[in-house]
């Protein structure tokens, strides 16, 4: 079982930047992948970054490649996100996923890959 906890959200103005952690409990965070979702209002669930168990294999949507960078951090339990240069469409709530394939450094941009799901945290970008 994973429990995973988000926090770093806020409202910024475009061009402005944020951090997203996310902490995670649990033995097996250390083997999984672990992604960044987000979800606008009345849009699905979109990927946004994905994550090796390792931290050697990054996967970025079009959207915000360049922009944003995930990183973790297993001694902390943690993975993170680090968004600039943002823009209004990138307000949403961010949701932090963790896939439980133990070691596997094949990241998905699909719900249906990660078993656990944080409660999210809202990002706002005012123009």
């Known amino acids: 079982q994973v429990e995973l906890v988000e926090s770093g959200g806020g409202l910024v103005q475009a061009g402005g930047s944020l951090r997203l952690s996310c902490v995670a409990s649990?033995?097996?965070?250390?083997?999984?992948?672990m992604a960044w979702f987000r979800q606008a209002p009345g849009k699905e669930r979109e990927f946004a970054a994905a994550i090796s168990w390792s931290g050697g294999v990054l996967k970025y949507a079009d959207s915000v490649k360049g922009r944003f960078t995930i990183s973790r951090d297993n001694a902390k339990n943690a993975v993170y996100l680090q968004m600039n240069l943002l823009k209004s469409e990138d307000t949403a709530v961010y949701y932090c996923?963790?896939?439980?394939?133990?070691?596997?450094?094949?990241?998905?941009?699909?719900?249906?890959?990660?078993?656990?799901w944080g409660q999210g945290t809202q990002v706002t970008v005012s123009s």
């Open positions: 996923a963790a896939d439980t394939s133990a070691y596997s450094s094949r990241l998905s941009s699909s719900t249906a890959a990660y078993q656990y």
């Open positions: 649990g033995r097996t965070f250390y083997t999984s992948a």
